[in-house]
């Protein structure tokens, strides 16, 4: 019996909000796996994932659909770190900090317009980890 592989990758996000594509890093994981399920976490309480095209102005208009949703103000009661940190916190209940794809054949089964994104809009924190784990079908 095959078990689940894992493995945690690290990320740089910068010092302000940004979308990182990781999809490349996923394929590289899964690549060979076979069929089965490739499940994406990350271990953070103010980052998420989406599944969103990329590179056509999508990553910039998702960062002001959070503004817009989850302005960084001072109306958040959670408040320490950067100014409108508050808003950090709440973010992974919009942009989940998971997502599970399935893997044929040792290849992610995206749209051809779809890419994995670390979202992250806390300042405070460079440097983000990502778990990937396979698990076999």
């Known amino acids: 019996m095959r078990r689940m592989r894992?493995?945690?990758?690290?990320?740089?996000?910068?010092?302000?909000?940004?979308?990182?594509d990781i999809t490349s890093e996923a394929?590289?994981?899964?690549?060979?796996q076979?069929?089965?399920l490739l499940h994406?976490?990350?271990p953070h309480a103010t980052a998420g994932?989406?599944?969103?095209?990329?590179?056509?102005g999508s990553d910039d208009?998702?960062?002001?659909?959070?503004?817009?949703?989850?302005?960084?103000?001072?109306?958040?009661?959670?408040r320490h770190g950067s100014p409108g940190h508050g808003r950090d916190h709440v973010?992974?209940?919009?942009?989940?900090?998971y997502a599970t794809l399935p893997v044929l054949g040792g290849r992610l089964q995206l749209g051809t317009w779809q890419s994995i994104c670390l979202v992250d809009t806390n300042g405070d924190n460079p440097t983000r980890k990502v778990r990937l784990s396979f698990l076999p079908g």
């Not at 208009?61 to 959670?78: C, E, N, V």
């Open 49 to 56: 994932l989406a599944i969103i095209e990329t590179g056509s």
């Open 40 to 42: 994406v976490f990350v």
């Open 61 to 78: 208009d998702l960062l002001r659909a959070i503004d817009d949703l989850l302005p960084a103000d001072d109306r958040w009661r959670h």
């Open 34 to 36: 076979g069929d089965g």
């Open 6 to 20: 894992s493995e945690v990758i690290s990320v740089q996000t910068g010092t302000g909000p940004a979308v990182r």
């Open 91 to 97: 973010l992974p209940a919009f942009v989940p900090p």
């Open 27 to 32: 394929e590289r994981f899964v690549a060979g």
